[in-house]
């Protein structure tokens, strides 16, 4: 007791106390971090930094293997409302069934019917153990791809990347948005964005009194801390799970079961039936049973054979999966993905690449006397340094047209970097320095070219030229950003640039495959019409029909199906993602959310079925049923074609054994009749 509450009070002191003192107690700086010989040595004294999430009761050995035995039929998540009472009848009424037929076999002395269900017990599990190992087999190279926590930590003065579990209390980590934070941690160094023109919800800032703990998400800004709780070590108090999105059951999968479980019921009433009425019947002269009452045992072989089925079609759908390399979390991936009827594509990042590339011959200058050169250098600096650990795709295209980067800061004292978003992770930056050449104090400005216009008091003619030029590079595939400069209060519109965001080479094939199987594409971007008609006329067969967000709620305000004949959405808000997916389930489609960005995680959790590319965020991921671990979209289409044939063969199964097992029985207790 003394030494947990001396841990308490140690950990206490470390969340509370001044940072300089942290730092110092945890024996680490943060200019260099630990060096490799001290955080080999915090690891064997700490221990892996894995946080065990649930502490089971084992019980004894033969409770473990009942357990075990139990869940290989997967009736543990069938119904979650009830997991105490229904469960257990399920399980329960299945081997009462297999229970009851050995014992029935073995009155009747017909060795031939018992090694006949022995062999169908035996062969069940030996096939649902090695499709279980084959699954996990398969799956736990994509899972360590997908899932598997990764932190950017700083030893010995250099950042690396490392696996979470290998961190140790007094390593310094970087974070930004989108990382899930992988241990609790003290925050040394945090650039916040300015949210106030985005979403509401966005301006949870991710440090609560300096303190962040294991399993929050950064929802905004990037910045440094410092490790104070590992694994083990860290309070139960602070612990937050990571979002449980897979313990909902899927329809094809809870009819399945019922199915069973009726087909079960149905073959032990009957078998229990044949018992009394064989009694009943023959009370003066019992010879024997009658021969059906040792073939009506025999018949629960077939709907005991469908959770079997269940269980190994899924774990070959999933395995199949794995070949394509997809990481799927929960089977339930499969049954979501075969009723898809529409699926949502983010556009930034998933179906383009999210690699901009500036052209430098396109730059249309505004500024008198300022060259092309001068205005990217000006672009420059109101970018991030090169420096930095993270750096916007956006800034480091605009870093790689100068010769060297370090022209960006040449000569110049920065004052304050700001950010601030004007639409979904496309932000607009704002640099205050002091000019070493003449001393003066400047600002450069760069984003959307509309509102960059208005910080600098453009006159309607200049702001009618902007449109005009913006509507021209559109139509050539440009979109485009602005730069604005400041000197002495003197705000100047500098020069408009544009840049091309290639689509993925596969990106229009895997949209015409999707279409061939009769699903609809929707695309949804917060990019501007114009830009999205564009794109959308560059995927296969996938129309041009693009509505602004404003238009489609107003639609939808009037009761009018939106989804219908529409390719794409645009000009979104990172929250308007989320309702449009709300309402196209509210119009009875089962949707599926493509997504990239980590804005894109609230229409992956309302979609029936989220998807996560290659390069998503970690929060993105974590949220998604089903995670690509390759550079490609193609296996999206591919997955749903085996996910439509897995279903379809459930079904079908589902159907023989259902009729099968009601002739069957009324077939015999017809014979039954008839042998009375």
Request: a negative charge; one cysteine or more; aromatic letters at 8%.
């Amino acid at each position: 007791m003394d030494m947990a509450s001396s841990d308490d009070m140690a950990m206490a002191d470390l969340e509370t106390g001044e940072e300089e003192e942290v730092l110092r107690r945890l024996g680490t700086a943060e200019e260099a971090g630990l060096t490799d010989n001290e955080a080999a040595r915090r690891l064997r004294l700490h221990g892996p930094n894995v946080v065990v999430l649930s502490h089971h009761h084992e019980g004894s050995m033969l409770q473990r293997f009942l357990m075990a035995l139990f869940s290989l039929w997967g009736w543990d998540h069938v119904f979650p409302k009830y997991n105490n009472m229904v469960r257990i009848i399920l399980n329960s009424m299945s081997w009462v069934t297999v229970l009851t037929t050995i014992a029935i076999t073995s009155a009747g002395q017909r060795p031939c019917e018992l090694a006949i269900v022995i062999f169908i017990v035996a062969t069940s599990l030996i096939a649902c153990f090695i499709a279980k190992l084959v699954l996990e087999y398969a799956k736990a190279p994509l899972e360590a791809k997908a899932h598997s926590p990764r932190a950017k930590v700083l030893r010995d003065g250099r950042w690396r990347d490392v696996h979470a579990a290998n961190l140790v209390p007094g390593d310094i980590i970087f974070l930004k948005v989108g990382d899930i934070v992988p241990a609790n941690a003290r925050v040394l160094r945090f650039q916040k964005i300015d949210t106030m023109t985005c979403w509401a919800k966005r301006s949870v800032d991710c440090a609560h009194d300096f303190l962040i703990y294991y399993a929050w998400t950064v929802s905004c800004g990037q910045g440094t801390a410092v490790v104070i709780a590992t694994g083990r070590g860290i309070p139960r108090s602070t612990l937050r799970l990571y979002p449980q999105r897979y313990a909902r059951p899927g329809q094809l999968k809870e009819g399945v079961m019922l199915a069973a479980c009726f087909c079960a019921s149905l073959v032990l009433v009957g078998t229990i039936a044949e018992i009394v009425l064989s009694f009943l019947l023959q009370k003066q002269n019992c010879t024997g049973m009658p021969l059906n009452a040792h073939f009506m045992p025999l018949i629960g072989g077939i709907p005991m054979a469908m959770p079997v089925f269940l269980y190994l079609a899924l774990a070959w759908g999933s395995v199949r999966l794995c070949f394509l390399g997809i990481a799927s979390r929960g089977t339930v991936a499969l049954e979501d993905l075969a009723s898809v009827d529409v699926i949502l594509f983010n556009m930034t990042g998933t179906l383009t690449c999210n690699q901009p590339c500036f052209v430098r011959d396109k730059i249309e200058m505004f500024a008198d006397g300022v060259s092309k050169d001068h205005a990217i250098i000006l672009a420059a600096r109101a970018s991030r340094s090169q420096h930095e650990l993270y750096i916007e795709p956006i800034d480091a295209a605009i870093l790689r047209l100068l010769d060297d980067p370090e022209q960006a800061r040449f000569g110049v004292q920065v004052l304050e970097h700001h950010a601030c978003f004007f639409v979904a992770l496309k932000l607009m930056f704002q640099t205050t320095y002091i000019d070493e050449g003449n001393g003066s104090k400047c600002c450069v400005f760069k984003g959307d070219p509309t509102k960059v216009a208005h910080q600098c008091g453009c006159s309607k003619e200049v702001k009618e030229k902007i449109s005009t030029l913006m509507d021209e590079l559109t139509l050539d595939g440009y979109q485009a950003i602005a730069v604005g400069h400041q000197v002495d209060s003197c705000w100047e519109f500098i020069a408009l640039m544009p840049y091309t965001d290639d689509l993925r080479s596969d990106s229009a094939d895997v949209v015409d495959s999707l279409i061939d199987l009769g699903l609809d594409i929707r695309v949804l971007t917060e990019s501007p019409l114009s830009t999205t008609k564009q794109v959308c006329g560059k995927l296969g067969k996938l129309g041009t029909n693009v509505v602004p967000a404003h238009s489609v709620f107003e639609l939808a305000r009037n009761n009018i199906e939106v989804h219908s004949n529409i390719n794409g959405i645009s000009d979104l808000f990172p929250e308007d993602k989320s309702d449009v997916v709300r309402r196209l389930r509210n119009f009875g489609c089962h949707c599926a959310m493509v997504g990239y960005e980590f804005l894109d995680h609230d229409a992956i959790g309302e979609s029936h079925i989220g998807i996560s590319v290659a390069d998503a965020t970690d929060y993105t991921k974590s949220e998604s049923d089903l995670v690509l671990t390759q550079h490609a979209l193609m296996p999206v289409s591919s997955a749903v074609q085996i996910s439509r044939k897995i279903c379809q063969m459930m079904r079908s199964f589902t159907i023989f054994t259902v009729s099968s097992t009601v002739h069957l029985v009324r077939h015999l207790q017809c014979y039954s009749k008839g042998w009375n």
